[in-house]
């Protein structure tokens, strides 16, 4: 079954056709088969994290990544004297310092502007002046512009006051290669529809086993209760509590298996980066901008200036490019006009030149726009 257009989105993305194959079956939830899949799943994901398996122990939670975050936040700061340092530079960033008002976790926040990457010394200022700060976390690619930050970088710096790290790398695990342990990740979070290439429904954390089994009794949520996803997952050998998106779990296994097949992390983070590499130089041929300096560029997606002094107009672009094939992102920031273009997913170099052309033909035939 083809699909109407390419998603050129940060996730939901273009899958594999026999990634989706799979969820045209029904399957049973309760039984040791499937509880046997989610196992291997969970042994997998951890095997992508880091090479000191024994240390960590992946969770999944039912949800879009966001539900994985807030269960993170929720259940690994202790309701007493827990207080929460967060580095943000970006609309999902500042969604954690949302949902720590909502669970009334205490906080502290260092953010810097969309357009730079977090700022190492500011975080080391603020480690230094507040002595009460018991956790770190940190957006690693914040999708809001394509900055990819400094998540090791900070990780040590935590680490070296004592504190427990946590790193929201939605989207950017499985597409760009990092070690948990070698990081100094205590928790890291993803979900099933970004660099793995699965489709949405529920999200995962790479926890450390020891940091996580002090986590009892933590929770604010009863859902989002990690440490009891954890447990029961551990005790009842692969079972959820609730209902699991059974249909996304079996799509997530065949994509990890494509994963693999595709040759790792490192071959999958080269076919994003040369499609990134591919985009920008197309696009500058084209007059485009792009919003964030080389030097700190994700391979995941692209901000793009609009035209300076035109006509331009977002909708009338995104929806010529969408009737010949390729759905585009608006931009999220506020300070200046962009348009985003992800390079995750199933989209190879081809798929990049086609829609280059297809831009090409959009500014020639519409030359009154750029005028
Ligand atoms: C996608 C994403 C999320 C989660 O968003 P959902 O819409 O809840 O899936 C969180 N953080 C980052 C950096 C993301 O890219």
């Known amino acids: 079954m083809k699909n109407d257009y390419l998603l050129l989105t940060p996730g939901p993305l273009s899958t594999s056709e026999t990634v989706r194959k799979v969820m045209l079956k029904d399957w049973c939830t309760w039984d040791a088969e499937y ?13 992508l994290a880091t090479t000191t398996v024994d240390k960590y122990t992946a969770v999944l939670m039912q949800g879009s990544g966001s539900f994985t975050v807030e269960a993170v936040l929720g259940t690994v700061i202790p309701k007493q004297r827990g207080k929460l340092l967060i580095c943000t530079n970006g609309a999902y960033g ?46 690693h690619c914040e999708t809001t512009t394509g900055v990819l930050n400094p998540a090791k970088a900070i990780c040590q710096l935590a680490k070296s006051y004592g504190k427990i790290t946590i ?49 009892k009794g933590n929770a604010r949520s009863l859902s989002l209760d990690l440490y009891s996803q954890y447990k029961k997952m551990e005790e009842a050998n692969g079972k959820w509590r609730y209902t699991s998106p059974t249909h996304v779990v079996r799509a997530f296994h065949q994509a990890l298996i494509e994963l693999e097949e595709e040759g790792g992390i490192t071959v999958r983070n080269q076919r994003y980066a040369t499609n990134q590499e591919q985009l920008v130089k197309g ?30 107009t977002f909708e009338q672009f995104y929806q010529s490019l969408k009737k010949q094939g390729f759905v585009i992102y608006p931009g999220k920031i506020s300070k200046v006009d962009t348009f985003r273009i992800g390079n995750i997913g199933e989209v190879y170099v081809e798929d990049i030149h086609l829609l280059l052309g297809v831009i090409k033909s959009f500014i020639v035939d519409k030359q009154e726009l750029f005028a």
């Not at 509880?35 to 095997?47: M, T």
């Not at 041929?285 to 300096?293: D, S």
Request: aromatic share 8%; glycine share 6%.
């Open 94 to 139: 500042d969604r954690i310092v949302e949902m720590t008002e909502v669970l009334g976790i205490a906080t502290t926040v260092v953010s810097t502007e969309e357009s730079e990457i977090l700022d190492e010394q500011r975080i080391a200022a603020e480690l230094k002046r507040d002595p009460a700060i018991t956790h770190v976390v940190v957006v």
């Open 167 to 215: 790193v929201d790398a939605m989207s950017s695990f499985g597409g760009v290669e990092m070690d948990v342990f070698d990081w100094n990740i205590d928790f890291l979070i993803s979900s099933a529809n970004k660099c793995i290439q699965g489709v949405p429904g529920f999200g995962f954390c790479i926890a450390d086993r020891d940091k996580l089994e002090a986590c």
């Open 283 to 312: 696009m500058e041929e084209l007059g485009f901008h792009v919003l964030i300096p080389r030097a700190y560029q994700s391979p995941i997606i692209t901000s793009f200036l609009y035209p300076k002094q035109t006509n331009f």
């Open 35 to 47: 509880n046997q899949l989610v196992q291997d799943v969970r042994s997998r994901l951890v095997q």
